[in-house]
């Protein structure tokens, strides 16, 4: 099981994944179907590809792009001794749309993946209201305070 799911999943079914579930994460009637949805899909990412020990910020931008689709799409830009910075290149359903909700909820997937090796993902930049064509994530360990970050969710969304 844990190989064909390992071969199923790719790009093209994680873009899938990504248009069918953004429309439903812009109805709060199902905002918490969406992200039950995406963390229970994170959840057997990690089942299917396992994970690495990871301590310092950069392995932890580094495990999460691994254990994204295709680490061309996910570049991981930077480091230093607390942040880890990636990049998401894709087009995300949610560009342009000012729906920064929606989009918190979508990255349920991403915040799963790393927390399932300690870290905490902060979305510094979404395409849903920055006008850019990808996002920015920064990754901190779990418990470390991340109120020097900016957020793309200004106010902070958490719904």
């Known amino acids: ?15 899938g994944t990504l248009w069918s579930t953004g429309p439903l994460s812009q109805l ?3 905002q918490d179907f969406v992200k039950g949805y995406m963390r229970s899909l994170a959840n057997s990412v990690i089942w299917a590809k396992g994970k690495s020990k990871v301590e310092t910020p950069d392995q932890m931008a580094k495990e999460w792009q691994r254990l994204m689709p295709d680490a061309e799409h996910f570049p991981v830009t930077d480091s230093d001794e607390r942040t880890g910075y990636a990049e998401i290149h894709l087009h ?33 930049e979404s395409q849903s209201t920055s006008g850019k064509d990808f996002c ?6 779990q418990g470390e305070d991340v109120s020097d970050l900016a957020t ?3 106010p902070r969304v958490e719904n």
Do not use: H
Request: charge should be positive; hydrophobic fraction near 50%; charged fraction near 20%.
């Open 92 to 124: 995300c359903p949610l560009r342009g749309t000012g729906n920064a909700a929606a989009c918190w909820r979508l990255m349920e997937f991403d915040r799963a993946i790393v927390e399932s090796f300690g870290g905490q993902l902060i979305v510094v």
């Open 152 to 154: 793309a969710y200004n």
């Open 28 to 30: 709060p009637a199902l």
């Open 1 to 15: 099981m844990k190989e064909l799911l390992t071969k199923v999943y790719n790009f093209p079914i994680f873009m």
């Open 136 to 141: 920015r994530v920064a990754i901190r360990k």
